[in-house]
């Protein structure tokens, strides 16, 4: 167990609705980071915040926001959802920014149909 | 563009044998990089890293290389075990940059036969 929870851990919704979700990095980690992983492909970074702000953004979708609670959960809102956004998305933390290892949880298998 | 790139898809080695993943960068401002293991359905798990202060790090059966000269890193599995089988994944970081993110290779799939 990585400490990192997220939810749900699945996920089906139609095309063109919006589907919010939930990181809860480990304890006493600042950072948290998203990443896409499609059809066993390699991670695609989407986006890292660090204590509330944002610090580094990927190839992010205009229709992917995300933000970082001050409880320091995080959430990742994918909206006008497509077919190809059928993906694993992982979240992951780190006590600080890029020079530790990150802490990956189990993924939200998000499937659009 | 790839920043990161892991040119081997798969490996295949017996068990006991040593199981060497290589990982190529392009990005000279990185200067730290991971090595993560993942099982299906699971997420990443942390496996050994190195700073680009050194050229080796060592941690049981796990062995990093750098050699920042030729911008590759290689991963290390002595002796391999059917359960090391997992898609190993090299990971890089510029922690001076500013950018603070860390970008992953494509992944190799290891099988280790007994």
């Known amino acids: 167990d990585s400490g990192v929870t997220q939810t749900p851990k699945h996920l089906i919704t139609a095309t063109g609705q919006r589907v919010t979700l939930r990181c809860s990095p480990r304890s006493g980690d600042l950072s948290v980071y998203w990443y896409q992983q499609s059809l066993d492909q390699g991670l695609q970074f989407l986006i890292q915040?660090?204590?509330?702000?944002?610090?580094a953004k990927g190839n992010i979708l205009e229709r992917f926001s995300a933000q970082q609670f001050p409880d320091l959960h995080s959430e990742l809102n994918l909206s006008s959802l497509e077919l190809g956004d059928s993906a694993l998305y992982f979240c992951?933390?780190?006590?600080?920014?890029?020079?530790?290892?990150?802490?990956f949880g189990q993924g939200t298998r998000l499937t659009v149909v | 563009d790839q920043q990161v790139k892991q040119n081997s898809p798969s490996l295949s080695v017996q068990e006991g044998r040593i199981s060497i993943l290589n990982c190529d960068y392009t990005?000279?401002?990185?200067?730290?990089f991971l090595w993560y293991k993942k099982y299906p359905a699971e997420g990443p798990t942390f496996l050994i890293s190195i700073s680009s202060i050194k050229d080796k790090n060592e941690d049981g059966r796990f062995t990093v290389f750098l050699n920042k000269s030729a911008k590759h890193l290689s991963l290390h599995i002595v002796p391999s075990q059917p359960g090391d089988s997992a898609v190993y994944f090299c990971a890089a970081s510029a922690t001076t940059s500013g950018t603070y993110k860390y970008i992953f290779g494509t992944g190799t799939r290891l099988k280790v036969l007994a």
């Open positions: 990005n000279s401002m990185f200067d730290y």
């Open positions: 992951a933390s780190s006590p600080m920014t890029g020079s530790t290892e990150a802490f």
């Open positions: 915040y660090y204590n509330g702000e944002e610090r």
